[in-house]
């Protein structure tokens, strides 16, 4: 069983930087894959990122390629998403995920657990 709590949302202008963390419960946290998804108001979950449980391998949409970088540290039992040159888009509720796999996932139902969400919201 894993527990997964997010922070670090809030409010930023277009072209800035937020980091967010997750905070993960539970002993075998490095042996899940784990990964970020964010749902905008009236739109569909969707996938940002996602790492492997060894944080050797790591997937990206292509809408934040090259601006966001998912890391872990699994002595911390944490994942984080760096988020730089921000744009109002990138305006949504993101969600922390764990699934009981080695390698990442895009597909949300491949990800056992969930945190509460963090509010993202990009001014232009």
């Known amino acids: 069983q894993v527990q997964l709590v997010e922070s670090g949302g809030g409010l930023v202008q277009a072209g800035g930087s937020l980091r967010l963390s997750c905070a993960a419960s539970?002993?075998?946290?490095?042996?899940?894959?784990m990964g970020w998804f964010r749902q905008a108001p009236g739109k569909e979950r969707e996938f940002v990122a996602a790492?492997?449980?060894?944080?050797?391998?790591?997937y990206y949409a292509d809408s934040v390629k090259g601006r966001f970088t998912i890391s872990r540290d699994n002595a911390k039992k944490k994942v984080y998403l760096q988020m730089n040159s921000l744009k109002p888009e990138d305006t949504a509720v993101y969600y922390c995920a764990a699934g009981d796999r080695r390698s990442p996932s895009v597909w949300w139902y491949e990800y056992h657990y969930w945190g509460q969400g963090t509010q993202v919201t990009v001014s232009s």
């Open positions: 539970g002993r075998t946290f490095s042996r899940y894959a």
């Open positions: 790492i492997s449980w060894s944080g050797g391998n790591a």
